[in-house]
């Protein structure tokens, strides 16, 4: 004997719906579990402000003395001018002006106009020529023979009077100052030292060497093309101190 189910009593044909509903609707709720907030409500007490009296403060018044305003200045009469009317019995005569101009027709004077004599006085232009290309170096006393022999008398002569006037600065020696100092020099055109410079380490052996220079005696100016002409030269000083 076979058994017959009633199609609408199957109770597992919407299984999977339910299944689905189910579990959406689980969903649903954890998530407002998990999202849902408190908050905690602390007691809020107000107090309300009573003001049973109210004070009324007298405030005093005071009477501010106004000067009266000035009276308006006094207006000034008017003053009215009288014309007259005179009759025009006198001539005036017109006063003509000439015109400085001169015509084609106007006669010129002849004078002689004197011009006073105007000396010229011819200015010597300073000129300096390096020592390594003057045609005649300045001679050093003492130096004679050719340009080049001139030359080498003059660094000889120079080493020398370097030697004789050296002489080295106590401040320096006691602060352990040593170094090289360039010194600058010219020589003019009438063979004296000047425009003396120096560069150094520090000032103290900068103003020996200055001093050093400063002893050089006059010497014989040196020539370019038949001319005296200034002579620039340079020369280091070593200040070594010797322990």
Not at 18 to 37: C, D, P, R, S, W
């Amino acid at each position: 004997m076979e058994l017959k189910k009633n199609p609408k009593a199957n109770v597992g044909r919407n299984s999977s719906l339910y299944f689905a509903v189910g579990l959406n609707v689980m969903l649903l709720l954890t998530y407002i579990g998990l999202e849902h907030k408190t908050y905690d409500k602390d007691v809020i007490t107000a107090d309300v402000l009573m003001l049973d009296d109210q004070f009324d403060e007298d405030i005093p018044i005071t009477t501010i003395n106004i000067p009266p305003p000035p009276p308006p200045p006094a207006q000034k009469p008017m003053i009215t001018e009288a014309i007259t009317i005179v009759e025009d019995v006198e001539d005036v005569e017109e006063t003509v002006v000439k015109s400085t101009e001169i015509g084609q027709d106007d006669i010129i004077d002849e004078r002689e106009i004197g011009v006073e004599e105007v000396e010229v006085v011819e200015v010597e232009e300073d000129i300096e020529v390096p020592f390594s290309v003057i045609e005649k170096v300045p001679t050093f006393p003492g130096c004679k023979g050719t340009n080049a022999e001139l030359r080498k008398c003059f660094e000889e002569k120079m080493q020398a009077h370097l030697l004789k006037n050296f002489r080295y600065p106590e401040a320096a020696a006691e602060l352990n100052i040593h170094g090289r100092v360039f010194v600058f020099f010219v020589i003019d055109r009438t063979g004296r030292i000047t425009k003396i410079k120096s560069r150094g380490p520090n000032h103290l052996l900068e103003a020996e060497a200055e001093r050093i220079m400063s002893l050089l005696p006059k010497m014989e100016p040196g020539t370019q093309r038949d001319r005296n002409v200034s002579v620039p030269y340079s020369i280091p000083i070593n200040f070594i101190l010797q322990e």
